[in-house]
């Protein structure tokens, strides 16, 4: 039977053994169903062949090197990938609109016994899902966001709080980038992967408990965070976090020791900062930064800038701080004590 999700909690909790995405590798890694496994049926290469004989010669000698191509690839996929499952393993395949790939492969199969089927509307189907969830819809959740300036451990606290069984969504970790200025931590994902990751994760969440997300702008790096989401955290309460200057220094010296001992890269990063906070400024975090005085150059960016445009940004939203949290030191034994704080303001709501 074919599955026809009216939700995205229906596809994703579906019945099957395996999920298999049949689209090129580049299809693929843009984005995927979570969970899902490539066992691509016509690789990169193959899929623009047959895309160029369907337009430039005719659809029908496009169908007939392609099924060669599919039912080739296929048995291959069966003889390795696919060789150590039994009678009884159920596969889901889906393509990207649910057609002649995925349909092939599935029915491929059938045909050898095993219990396979398809997504109606392939990756279209699951994409929509995604879009109605977190672009179209008001969510359910009950937000709470975690604030305070930089370099007071929000992201670090987020494990903390889920190992206490609050939930929390780490867009941070979604979006792979620390959200700052200073924020890079390598290649990000997709828009439309971090999408549905962060989808993936809503579904699974309690709509009637409180989910902790760390405050943030509306863009992570190069991702915007959906317009459904941004909705809700805009309207969440606050729970702000507070350190000394000096506690906030060495725990972002520490945190972010990749960027700042990177000193071409870390020149680059402030350059733009010339037109905010001046020539004199920049001028003199590059020499902190030539001389390796790593310590100096945090405490400033902190003080001259993040936290000014900290102040601002709460000065202009004015959000709802129902409870502020003050630690005096950052270490683990400081930052459990606040995870432990945040939990029992939560524990609250839920009462």
Partial sequence: ????????????????????????????????????????????????????????????DARKIGA????????????????????????????????????SFAWLLS?????????????KTYRRLVVDMIHRQALPHRFVQLGGYTGTAKTELLPLLAARGVQVIDLEGL?????????????????????????????????SRPVVVEAESSKIGNLL???????????????????????????????YDDILSDTDALQTKLAPLRTHRGEALVSRWLGLSAAGDKRALTQSLMEDHYDLA????????????????????????HLDDVAGQIAAVLQVMET
């Fill in 68 to 103: 060669a191509l599919v039912f080739r690839n296929a048995a291959n996929h069966i003889e390795t990938a696919l060789s150590h499952h039994d009678g009884a393993w159920k596969p889901l395949v889906y393509c990207w609109r649910g057609g002649q790939r995925s349909g």
């Fill in 175 to 207: 979006a792979n980038h620390r959200g700052s200025l200073l924020g890079d931590m390598g290649e990000q994902p997709s828009q439309k992967a971090f999408e549905g990751a962060l989808a993936g994760l809503l579904c699974r969440l309690d709509p």
């Fill in 1 to 60: 039977m074919t599955l026809i999700p009216n939700a995205l909690s229906e596809l994703l909790d579906h019945s099957f053994d395996t999920v298999i995405d049949v689209r090129s590798p580049a299809e693929y890694a843009e984005d995927h169903v979570p969970g899902a496994i490539n066992l691509p049926v016509l690789d990169n290469e193959e899929r623009a062949r047959v895309g160029t004989l369907y337009k430039q010669v005719s659809p029908f």
């Fill in 111 to 123: 045909e050898i016994g095993w219990r396979s089927d398809v997504i109606k509307g392939g990756y």
């Fill in 225 to 255: 965070i959906p317009p459904s989401l941004w909705e809700g955290m805009k309207q969440a309460p606050w729970v702000e976090v507070s350190a000394p200057i000096a506690a906030r220094t060495d725990y972002l010296v520490h945190a």
């Fill in 310 to 333: 900290y102040a601002k940004s709460m000065k202009a939203m004015s959000p709802n701080v129902m409870a502020r949290i003050e630690t005096d030191g950052l270490s683990p034994a």
